[in-house]
């Protein structure tokens, strides 16, 4: 009968489960990290585009008004 090592073949078996463990948690971190950079990407592009957005309508609020002006100069003359 060859004897058994029940400590040595628990071992092997935790020292696997435990990488296996450990590379799921950094692939979960890893994940999350992502995902996160990507909610603030969409954040930070949302923000930018309703900027622009403001401006450009701010822009052509001016430019109505000062072609209204323009009018308005040119009916007094």
Known sequence: MRPQHPSASSQAVKAR???MVSSKRLADIGYRM?????ILLTIYGGYLCSARAYRYFQ????????AEDQ?????KD
């Open 34 to 38: 992502f995902s996160g950079s990507m």
């Open 71 to 75: 009018v308005n100069e040119m009916i």
């Open 17 to 19: 489960s435990a990488t």
């Open 59 to 66: 822009r052509q609020k001016a430019l109505k008004a000062a």
